[in-house]
């Protein structure tokens, strides 16, 4: 019965995911740079989930916490909105809002966001045994709402570390924040 649970809780997180999205807005809970290395005013993030495929009503606006790059980066860039390539999995329809603290958490539009992540085995396309591979990556730039969509699978995890899915706005060049999107066992 244990396994049966454990299966349940996981399939309700994927469909709690998948059907409603997962938005990445920027926080508004300060004016002022969560780290030494962020901009002031530039997007910050936070994860909630939605119904409408929007930040969620009601949602506190939070900044995310910055993170490294972390491994694997992208080596190319690749503008597009499915990522899956030929990898099969449990589809994810990932929405994406990125909002300026420094202006009451107004929409950002015209940013790119770049999301990428490992496949089921653990593995990072462009790297290692899959050099010539371009899967689980991808950029879009925000709209008039600060939304970007990816359609992705579930993220596939590796030995230490919680499954993941890397994300990083830039305007320009300029790296405004770098943060993880972190998933439930």
């Known amino acids: 019965m244990h396994d049966r649970e454990k299966r349940i809780g996981r399939r309700e997180a994927l469909a709690l995911i998948g059907a409603t999205g997962a938005a990445l807005a920027a926080g508004c809970g300060s ?11 530039a997007a910050t993030t936070t994860t909630t989930t939605t119904t409408g495929g929007g930040v969620a009503s009601g949602a506190a606006c939070a900044v995310t916490p910055t993170e490294t790059v972390g491994p694997y980066p992208s080596l190319i860039d ?11 999995g449990t589809q994810l329809d990932l929405a994406i809002t990125v909002v300026n603290t420094a202006t009451s958490c107004a929409p950002l539009a015209g940013v ?8 089921a085995t653990g593995n990072y396309s462009q ?3 899959e050099r010539t591979q371009t899967y689980l990556r991808g950029i879009q730039t925000t709209d008039a709402n600060g939304q970007v969509r990816f359609t992705t699978v579930y993220p596939g995890w590796y030995q230490g570390r919680a499954t993941h899915i890397h994300v990083e706005v830039t305007r320009n060049g300029q790296s405004l924040k770098v943060t993880q999107i972190a998933f439930p066992d």
């Open 78 to 88: 690749l503008f597009r909105s499915d990522i899956r390539e030929n990898k099969s």
């Open 127 to 129: 790297y290692g045994s």
């Open 112 to 119: 790119n966001v770049e999301i990428w992540q490992c496949d």
């Open 31 to 41: 004016d002022l740079p969560t780290s030494p290395t962020e901009v002031s005013g």
